[in-house]
């Protein structure tokens, strides 16, 4: 049998009903963030979980270049991304690599978002009535994940989110930041979804399954989803004239309860936590200062010497802050280097805060590469030193210190092409195209960018951007042109 006839069998089988294909697709998601989480519990590491994605990731996207129509292109991204990964070790050969095959495997992790979207596009084109099958399946992962959350807090093994204020609730995750995202972006997608199928009972129950999910995980982010989700959906419910004062009244309650007990809440507690744990350390930074000025005032008679005396004394001070907050990054750039590179700044809270000081960390290891590096990027194991990982904790600085200017560019591109097409449509006719499917799916792609923005839990972490993936598909479909609004599913 040729080519054709093998594509041609493919498509006849999964035309029959591709559906079922979908479902277990997305079902598998939270399936392996559950596997990922008790092997690392009980020290199995993320071997095995890490081959059953990249596996997942190899059979959909056969399927989408085989179901595809426009194979050369393709063809051409793919060769554009090989071209790109030998510039990108020949750059990191040059300075000596240390773990191509980890570097690879983080490369293919960071392509999987633009290409399981590739391949949502296919299947979209291939089979438009999917979008429905897409979107329920989006909610189908909502309660899965929250039936075991809750499973996990009733047997007593959910992660915590907060280990040093020993707060917030993860469930059965092995990410925090991954998981955050993920829950803040199903949490509006299944509230309008509840909105427009006209049911309180549902809508209460998913306003309270999703706001106590955000509300409990503890992150910042996370209880910011809430306000959007409840100002995103009053004003899609008001915009598509669907409006109703019960349905606002069940939104208005949850965001009420949640900001009225917002002291309570681990997020809360865990700045406070880490508040009063930096003000006592910058008094004993005070506490150090002082007693050098003393020093050094008792040592010397005049003031010329004295004030030169200080001097040194300060300096030395300024030393020891840097090379016991900061100790790592010290011994690998050099202390002087590091307070040069902090403007030698007394803060504590700026000394220790972790995600500027990893992409400190990886600015001064840029340096020691060639010119080259700013446009390819770095090896990512060169961004560990003594047992303590210096990635940064951003997904758009983390995607320029690996892949530099082009990487990043590349991303960001790929990202605003979505943007141009809510814009062009919503310009062109808003009336027809801002649906409350479209603000769902906007909802949801403008809190993933904001996790995008603030942490390191969508680009590069398979487990979440699988859901970045399934919403810019959702908004591509939703905007093309011949896209019909199927209502609101009375």
């Known amino acids: 049998m040729n080519n054709a006839g093998i594509i041609s069998k493919i498509k006849s089988r999964l035309s029959a009903n591709p559906q079922p294909a979908v479902y277990a697709l997305f079902a598998l998601q939270p399936l392996l963030n559950i596997l990922s989480y008790w092997t690392a519990r009980t020290g199995g590491g993320n071997t095995l979980t890490l081959l059953l994605r990249f596996g997942v990731l190899a059979v959909v996207a056969l399927a989408g270049f085989l179901l595809s129509g426009r194979k050369r292109r393709w063809l051409a991204a793919g060769a554009a991304c090989a071209l790109f990964w030998l510039c990108h070790m020949a750059v990191c050969a040059s300075v000596g690599y240390e773990d191509w095959i980890s570097d690879l495997t983080n490369f293919v992790r960071v392509l999987q978002m633009p290409l399981f979207t590739g391949c949502f596009l296919v299947f979209l084109r291939w089979k438009p009535e999917l979008l429905r099958t897409m979107e329920r399946a989006l909610l189908l992962n909502f309660w899965l994940i929250s039936a075991c959350v809750l499973l996990s807090v009733v047997t007593g093994t959910s992660a915590i989110t907060y280990t040093n204020s020993q707060c917030g609730v993860m469930g059965w995750a092995a990410n925090s930041n991954a998981q955050s995202a993920i829950l803040s972006a199903l949490t509006p997608v299944a509230v309008l979804y509840a909105c427009r199928r006209n049911s309180l009972p549902r809508l209460i129950l998913t306003v309270a399954a999703g706001f106590l999910q955000l509300y409990f995980f503890g992150t910042r982010l996370a209880f910011g989803a809430i306000l959007v989700t409840v100002a995103g959906a009053s004003l899609a419910m008001i915009l598509t004239k669907k409006f109703t004062i019960p349905k606002a009244a069940i939104l208005l309650a949850g965001v009420i309860l949640c900001v009225a007990t917002v002291r309570l809440s681990p997020m809360y507690l865990n700045q406070y936590t880490y508040n009063s744990e930096m003000d006592l350390k910058q008094g004993w930074e005070a506490g150090i200062y002082e007693k050098a000025k003393q020093e050094a005032e008792e040592e010397f008679s005049s003031d010329s010497e004295a004030d030169s005396a200080r001097k040194d004394?300060?300096?030395?001070?300024?030393?020891?802050?840097?090379?016991?907050?900061?100790?790592?990054?010290?011994?690998?750039?050099?202390?002087?280097?590091?307070?040069?590179?902090?403007?030698?700044?007394?803060?504590?809270?700026?000394?220790?805060?972790?995600?500027?000081?990893?992409?400190?960390?990886?600015?001064?290891?840029?340096?020691?590469?060639?010119?080259?590096?700013?446009?390819?990027?770095?090896?990512?194991?060169?961004?560990?030193?003594?047992?303590?990982?210096?990635?940064?904790?951003?997904?758009?600085?983390?995607?320029?210190?690996?892949?530099?200017?082009?990487?990043?560019?590349?991303?960001?591109?790929?990202?605003?092409?979505?943007?141009?097409?809510?814009?062009?449509?919503?310009?062109?006719?808003?009336?027809?195209?801002?649906?409350?499917?479209?603000?769902?799916?906007?909802?949801?792609?403008?809190?993933?960018?904001?996790?995008?923005?603030?942490?390191?839990?969508?680009?590069?972490?398979?487990?979440?951007?699988?859901?970045?993936?399934?919403?810019l598909a959702l908004i591509w479909h939703l905007s093309s042109r011949d896209y019909v609004d199927e209502g609101a599913e009375q």
């Open 313 to 471: 004394a300060d300096h030395k001070a300024l030393r020891y802050i840097y090379e016991f907050y900061a100790p790592k990054i010290c011994a690998r750039f050099g202390t002087e280097r590091v307070m040069e590179a902090y403007d030698y700044t007394q803060d504590v809270r700026t000394i220790t805060a972790a995600r500027p000081r990893k992409i400190l960390f990886c600015k001064l290891l840029m340096e020691e590469y060639p010119f080259a590096a700013r446009l390819f990027g770095t090896e990512l194991s060169r961004m560990t030193y003594d047992g303590e990982i210096f990635d940064v904790e951003n997904d758009f600085p983390g995607i320029f210190f690996l892949y530099g200017a082009m990487g990043l560019a590349a991303m960001v591109g790929f990202l605003l092409y979505f943007v141009w097409r809510i814009l062009r449509c919503l310009i062109r006719d808003f009336r027809r195209y801002f649906t409350m499917k479209a603000a769902a799916a906007g909802m949801a792609f403008s809190l993933l960018l904001a996790y995008c923005v603030f942490t390191a839990g969508v680009l590069r972490r398979p487990e979440a951007s699988f859901y970045l993936s399934a919403v």
